[in-house]
C-alpha cells in the first residue's frame, strides 16, 4: 500500500519486503536503528519513502530489462557448467549479475569468460609455472613487458599461459 506524506510516496515495509523478497522485520530493526531518513511508524505499520528505499535496495528484485535471463540459460546458451558459471560468478568474473532470493540473473550479452579459464591463468597460477613470486609478476605487468594479458571488468589480471617471461 502506497500512501503520500507531505507529497512524496510512502509504502509499508511489508508491501516493499514482499515486491523485493526482503525481510520485513530486517527491514523494521534497520528502521529501529535510525538507518532509514524517511522511516515512519503509523500505528502497527512501517512506512518509507518508495524513493528512499529503492535507493538502498536497488540491487535486489528481478531484473526488469529484457536483457536479463537467469544465470542457468546463460549457461546452456552458452554452453558452459551451471556450476562453474556460479563459481566464476562468485569470484568476480562477470560484471552483470544479480541475485534475487536464490536465483543468479546475468545480462545475456555478457561475453562468457571460460576462454580467460582456458587460454589464461591468475597471476598467482602464472608465478608459480615461472617459479616466481605474485609480487614479481605483478612488476613486471606494471613495467609494460607482459604483452599477453587480459583485466576482467573488476580489475582481475589474467596472463596467457603461453606468455613468456622477459
Not at 519486503?17 to 525481510?23: E, P, T
Not at 566464476?88 to 571460460?114: H, M, R
Not at 598467482?124 to 614479481?136: D, L, P, S
Not at 609478476?137 to 596467457?160: A, Q, T, V, W
Request: charge should be positive; proline fraction near 3%; charged fraction near 30%.
Amino acid at each position: 500500500m502506497t500512501i503520500s506524506i507531505l507529497g512524496a510516496d510512502y509504502i509499508s515495509f511489508y508491501d516493499y519486503a514482499k515486491i523485493k523478497g526482503l525481510s520485513v522485520g530486517s527491514m523494521i530493526n534497520r528502521a529501529k536503528k535510525g538507518k532509514y531518513n524517511t522511516a515512519k511508524r503509523l500505528g502497527k505499520k512501517w512506512y518509507a519513502s518508495r524513493t528512499e528505499l529503492d535507493n538502498i535496495y536497488y540491487q535486489y528484485g528481478i531484473p526488469d530489462s529484457e536483457d536479463f535471463i537467469t544465470a542457468r540459460e546463460y549457461a546452456k546458451i552458452n554452453e558452459l557448467v551451471y556450476t562453474t558459471l556460479i563459481e566464476d560468478i562468485k569470484n568476480g568474473k562477470y560484471s552483470t549479475p544479480l541475485k534475487y532470493k536464490a536465483t543468479w540473473y546475468i545480462n545475456k550479452t555478457e561475453v562468457p569468460c571460460s576462454n580467460i579459464r582456458d587460454e589464461y591463468l591468475t597471476i598467482t597460477e602464472f608465478a608459480e609455472q615461472n617459479n616466481r613470486t605474485r609480487k614479481e609478476i605483478e612488476k613486471i605487468i606494471d613495467s609494460g613487458k607482459l604483452k599477453y594479458f587480459r583485466k576482467s571488468p573488476l580489475g582481475y589480471i589474467y596472463i596467457h599461459k603461453d606468455e613468456k617471461l622477459p
